[in-house]
């Protein structure tokens, strides 16, 4: 077992002790200022909605190596060092899928997102990427050059056996959309703690109504005096008949009060303090702060769009370019050499899943390509998810179809002139 992966799974013993004791709970809600109690589930549902609609759509895209050849377009290097760890299986713990929409989760929640580089040049063993908890990552960036003649980075990073530290070039470094000075990245609830913990307090105060049996606070009038052993023990009785209780012993909607006394609610309506309107503003907040759109968690009051298409383009422009085009960028600069960049390689997530059109709507579009030399009939074919014919690699067209500088000699009698003896004979070889 090779130390990369001993540290691993010493790490993920390490997380599994701790989750078992909700210590993962506890600093998620420490962080947002809410204090935890025990047995209550305490949660912001907009804020998960958009880590899961951005970490689902990250996993989503498969991530593979191609090469630019020139004069020849480009091909999928399936023969990489990289490919299978990319496209398949980073570690042998975790599908591709997985750790991507791991990484882009982490990235979100905690502004940063770490994997540690497995460079192994045994061919026995793939090369692998393994995920790094953010929470034990330091950042260290070494402007007095006192590791190395040059400035650089470093990445020192806590472990149950120890600490070590990694230079860049061991670490794919996944920053959130929000950094001050380019090194680390400010996470979303650093950015909105106030509105994600009102919107906290907002559920547990639905959650309490719903105990209460939906009734608000009362005041209790009564002439005389009572000691206040006497004054706990009327009020908890009243409490216990109001919140329904009771209902065992058959009591579910009355309210027995003595005589002389008097139960005045105090009624609170959730319309009256616009509860909805202000709840609802939040989740927008939050939505747009990740750049995830309303109808994505719920919203669909201001829905303008013509088709589902339509806004899954405009997620895919406004919101998952940026993500997608800073993990190419990061992959391709750590993971890629400069000898390989020149001969043409380079990363790239197939963001066409997102924009994946209906099976009349592909087929048209295919088509059409076919028929204007722009796909050759079995290029159409594998993307239908079909095996190649013979004769089908030939690239077809409409016959018509004719260079832009010889359109119109078809209806002319005139070729004295060097351009007409050229359209002449190409016409003829057609």
């Excluded at 549902?45 to 020849?72: D, M, R, W």
């Excluded at 579009?365 to 594998?382: D, G, I």
Aim: net charge neutral; proline share 4%; charged share 20%.
């Amino acid at each position: 077992m090779n130390p990369i992966e001993s540290i691993f799974r010493l790490f993920g013993t390490h997380l599994r002790r701790k989750s078992m004791e909700n210590v993962e709970l506890n600093q998620l809600l420490d962080f947002l200022g809410v204090k935890y109690v025990k047995g209550e589930a305490l949660s912001e549902a907009t804020y998960f909605a958009c880590l899961k609609v951005l970490s689902e759509s990250i996993g989503k895209l498969p991530l593979k190596i191609q090469q630019h050849i020139p004069n020849k377009g480009v091909r999928i290097a399936r023969e990489h060092p990289w490919y299978r760890a990319l496209n398949e299986r980073p570690n042998r713990y975790m599908s591709a899928s997985i750790f991507w929409s791991g990484m882009e989760q982490c990235r979100n929640h905690y502004g940063n997102a770490y994997a540690l580089i497995d460079w192994s040049n045994d061919p026995k063993r793939p090369r692998q990427l393994w995920p790094m908890d953010p929470k034990n990552v330091r950042i260290w960036y070494d402007n007095a050059c006192l590791l190395r003649e040059v400035p650089d980075v470093y990445y020192q990073y806590s472990t149950p056996k120890g600490q070590i530290v990694l230079g860049s070039e061991d670490v794919l470094h996944f920053k959130s959309h929000h950094t001050m000075g380019g090194l680390a990245g400010i996470s979303v609830r650093e950015q909105l703690s106030s509105t994600i913990q009102g919107n906290i307090k907002a559920q547990k105060m639905v959650s309490d109504m719903y105990d209460s049996g939906m009734t608000a606070k009362a005041v209790l009038q009564y002439t005389g005096g009572l000691n206040p052993e006497n004054v706990d023990a009327l009020t908890k009785q009243v409490e216990l008949y109001a919140q329904g209780k009771k209902r065992s012993g058959g009591v579910a909607n009355i309210i027995p009060i003595p005589v002389g006394f008097t139960l005045t609610p105090l009624n609170m309506k959730l319309a009256d303090s616009q509860f909805l309107e202000v709840k609802q503003y939040s989740a927008l907040q939050i939505a747009s702060a990740f750049g995830v759109k309303p109808y994505q968690v719920g919203d669909y009051t201001k829905s303008s769009y013509a088709s589902a298409e339509a806004q899954q383009l405009s997620f895919l422009i406004d919101t998952l370019l940026f993500n997608v085009k800073q993990y190419e960028e990061e992959i391709a600069y750590k993971l890629l050499t400069s000898m390989e960049e020149s001969d043409g390689y380079h990363v790239k997530f197939n963001t066409g899943v997102i924009l994946r059109a209906d099976q009349q709507t592909q087929i048209n579009t295919l088509s059409a390509a076919v028929s204007n030399f722009l796909m050759t009939p079995n290029e159409a074919r594998e993307k239908l998810d079909l095996p190649w014919v013979q004769g089908g690699d030939q690239l077809l067209g409409n016959g018509a179809s004719i260079p832009v500088q010889y359109a119109g000699l078809q209806y002319t009698n005139t070729t004295t002139s060097a351009q007409g003896k050229e359209g002449e004979k190409w016409m003829l070889k057609k």
